[in-house]
DNA sequence: ATGGTTGTACGACAA
């Protein structure tokens, strides 16, 4: 089973992308963040017609969280239970036997911000919430976009962004929170190149430069960490024409699919 | 350099 994580910026701007790009990487389950649409507005049609089930919870203008699975989607749900957050940024579906969580952690804007505050509040609910699932699924990933960097060697200049939002030590402390829990960051199961990257602004010739951040993961509970062989980040779409500004993160398991 | 770029939706706001 494949299993691929993509912060889209947009799934009616980067539809042609999302369906050309899966049908060159095959993944059999693609969870999107930052679809940026309502469900009644998400492009569903086309999805289906290219073989994709399809779960999505989204909103206007902001966020949006969706699930593409080429086998059923089965209990399907949205947000963090007993949170309330009138953002879409949870989606959670059970694909051939694996629970998938599909997060858009909130971005943060700058630390200290309100905004931050709210990251650091979502992020630890996230976390309780997570704990409760891994009980439940001994076969959890929770993919997504973090919207944190966790290591140096995530960050294409660590002195630099040391204590900036993405970057900070309450954030790695909450995502290293995550991975107390029992979960495992695939991509670093693997021997990786440097300068690894999954995030690169818009501005300033941000890729054409690699000055990037790995933000986007793909976590694994231990008996579906043992399952995993590859993780990937693929930089290639971002290179493309009006690309979003994230690239896919893929992770292959040893399952039947 | 408080800069720069993109998406949503048509003026800011979010990232």
């Known amino acids: 089973m494949r299993i691929a994580t993509w912060n889209v910026n947009s799934i009616n701007v980067r539809l042609a992308q999302v ?37 999505c919870h989204g909103q206007r203008a902001y966020n949006g969280v969706a699930i593409l699975a080429r086998a059923p989607l089965e209990d399907v749900a949205t947000g963090i239970p007993g949170l309330h957050d009138d953002q879409a940024r949870v989606l959670a579906a059970t694909v051939g036997g694996v629970r998938v969580v599909c997060v858009y952690v909130p971005n943060g804007e700058a630390v200290g911000s309100d905004k931050y505050g709210y990251k650091l509040r979502w992020m630890e609910a996230l976390r309780g919430w997570l704990r409760e699932e891994l009980a439940r699924h001994p076969l959890l990933a929770v993919v997504g976009d973090f919207n944190v960097a966790p290591e140096p060697r995530d960050v294409h200049d660590p002195e630099l962004w040391e204590g900036r939002v993405l970057y900070s030590e309450p954030e790695r402390a909450a995502f290293r929170a995550l991975l107390a829990l029992g979960l495992c960051d695939t991509f670093r199961r693997f021997d990786q190149p440097e300068g690894s990257y999954s995030w690169w602004d818009y501005r300033m010739r941000a890729f054409q430069r690699n000055l990037g951040l790995r933000i986007d993961h793909i976590l694994a509970s231990p008996a579906l960490c043992e399952r995993c062989t590859a993780c990937r980040i693929d930089r290639a779409p971002r290179g493309r024409e009006r690309p979003s500004d994230h690239a896919p993160v893929v992770a292959d398991f040893d399952l039947p699919t």
């Open 19 to 55: 369906l050309a790009w899966s049908e060159a990487a095959r993944p059999d389950v693609l969870a999107l963040q930052e679809t940026k649409v309502p469900d009644e507005r998400f492009p569903r049609a086309p999805l289906e017609a290219a073989g994709w089930h399809v779960a």
